[in-house]
């Protein structure tokens, strides 16, 4: 079993940054693939960014691309987001992600592409 605990959430201004990171424990081994997500209230879980961890090879939202930037240690076990440029519409708690099987065809967006989740830490982005 897989555990996900994130940290970095807080509360920022319009144009600020933040550094979230998720620390994996447990068969973190197993870790193929990572993301983060986010939901906002009354909204749908939603993919930022997410990473194949044997190439490093990432993935953004189209609302996220040239802000955040997502980035896996596989030696320390950790999976950090760093968010810059941050705008109100960014506001949500923010969910780290982890699948430990290998997926033919793999949607890193998706929600149920992942069976393994943390319990999230909150943004608050004010304008």
């Known amino acids: 079993q897989v555990q996900l605990v994130e940290s970095g959430g807080d509360s920022v201004q319009t144009g600020g940054s933040l550094r979230l990171s998720c620390a994996a424990s447990?068969?973190?081994?197993?870790?193929?693939?990572m993301g983060w997500f986010r939901q906002a209230p009354g909204k749908e879980r939603e993919g930022v960014a997410a990473?194949?961890?044997?190439?490093?090879?990432?993935y953004y939202a189209d609302s996220v691309k040239g802000r955040f930037t997502i980035s896996r240690d596989n030696a320390k076990n950790t999976l950090d987001l760093q968010m810059n440029n941050l705008k109100p519409e960014d506001t949500a708690m923010y969910y780290c992600?982890?699948?430990?099987?290998?997926?033919?065809?793999?949607?890193?967006?998706?929600?149920?592409?992942?069976?393994?989740w943390g319990q999230g830490t909150q943004v608050t982005v004010s304008s």
């Open positions: 990473v194949y961890t044997g190439s490093g090879e990432t």
């Open positions: 992600a982890a699948r430990t099987n290998y997926a033919v065809t793999w949607y890193p967006l998706r929600r149920n592409e992942y069976n393994n």
């Open positions: 447990g068969a973190a081994y197993k870790l193929i693939y």
